[in-house]
Each structure stands twice: as C-alpha cells, then as structure tokens.
C-alpha cells in the first residue's frame, strides 16, 4: 500500500491528497503534527531530511516534493492521467503548477511568516500587507494565463482535472485562511466551483480530515 505522509493544514500535501484522490488510489494516510515537530523525528528525518511534507512511499520508492509525486503517481499509475499526453499540454500544465508552487507558495509559508515575524520584528500588519501584495501579483497573472488561453476549459487545462488544478485548489484556501482576497479573479473562481464538484477535491479538504482543528 501507498504510504502518504502529510499535514492536514499544508498546502503541499493537500495537492497530493487531491492527486492521490483523483486517480481513486489506496494508500495510508500518516498525518503529521508539524506545530508538535513529528517531521524531525529520527524516523521521518530517515525518509526527509527537509523535514516539510508531503512525503509518498511506495515500496522502495521515496519521493518528496508535491509535483514530484504527482509526476510520479501520473508514470507509475497511469489511469486517470493528471497531464496531458501532449508534449505542449505538458508544458502548459507544469508551468500553471510552478506559478503556484514555486512563485507564489513559498514566500507565502507559514514558516517565512514566522520568520518574519520572530527574526525580523516585522508586524502583523506589515506581514499581512507582505502577503496580500504577492498573493496579488500571483494571482493576477495566474488570471490572465487562464482568462486569455483557449487550452483553458472547466478546469486549468480542458475538461479534466490536472496537476494544475492540484495546485490552485490548495492555494486558494491557502489564501482564505490568512485573509487575503481571493474573489476578484472570475477564471480563477470558476475553475475551483468545477473542482470542488468532483469528490476527490472535496475529500482532500483540510476541515475534511480526521484531526482538523478550525
């Protein structure tokens, strides 16, 4: 079976639950209390020395970072493909998937907020202000990449879910969460009302798992 070692409040292991979720795969859910420093105990630090989430085990396979398992689950488990077969498709949904996790997401962290908040004295106001202006920015060309491509359809890419939708779905609750806006961008609201029609995004949902705490 399937080990996935996640967090029910990250980002990051919310877009592979939906992946995991989308292509219908049995697989155990180890949930880590990040706040509580289960990501270094010595048996997680064997399988991540980066000590973020998620993590995906399958036999002898170790694979960290999100897309990288997503990559790996859509190779290994081909049913339900969450890129397109098309080399230009690919292409277009990898980078809708790296705007998100690689431009927008990690200066929007809660560990680069906490950072700025215990290293750097920076205000709450002023950490709200940091996060709403590159919540902005992101989102703003996100939108437009969306709003302006024929290749966009009820979801990121087409008629079907992908990676990138993976993505965008966490991001946005993501967004929720820490107060920022999220309404202004209509491509963007489109998208997630079709995403959240499918079980598998409302499954993967934070307030959806076991140990959430509102």
């Known amino acids: 079976m399937l080990k996935h070692y996640g967090s029910t409040r990250s980002s990051a292991a919310y877009r592979t639950r939906i ?6 795969l049995d697989v155990e859910q180890i949930r880590l209390d990040l706040g509580g420093g289960d990501q ?3 048996e997680y630090d064997a399988l991540n020395p980066q000590h973020i989430v998620p993590t995906l085990v399958d036999d002898d396979a170790v694979v960290a970072q999100s897309l990288a398992v997503i990559e790996y689950l859509d190779e290994v488990y081909p049913d339900i493909p969450l890129l397109p077969a098309d080399p230009a498709g690919r292409a277009r949904v990898r980078g809708l998937s790296l705007l998100v996790a690689c431009e927008m997401h990690p200066v929007l962290t809660n560990r680069v907020r906490g950072y700025l908040e215990t290293k750097l004295n920076v205000s709450e106001e002023d950490r709200q202000t940091w996060y709403d202006e590159w919540t902005a920015r992101s989102f703003e060309a996100l939108e437009t990449r969306l709003a ?3 290749a ?3 979801f990121c890419h087409g008629e079907a879910p992908s990676m990138a939708d993976c993505c965008l779905i966490p991001q946005i609750f993501n967004t929720r969460l820490n107060n920022s806006d999220a309404t202004s961008y209509p491509t963007i609201v489109r998208i997630e009302a079709a995403c959240m029609e499918l079980p598998a995004f409302q499954a993967a949902r934070p307030e959806n798992q076991p140990d959430y705490q509102g």
Not at 19 to 24: E, F, N, S, V, Y
């Open 19 to 24: 992946a995991l979720g989308l292509k219908g």
């Open 148 to 150: 302006n491509d024929a």
């Open 152 to 154: 966009t359809g009820r």
């Open 40 to 42: 270094y105990s010595e």
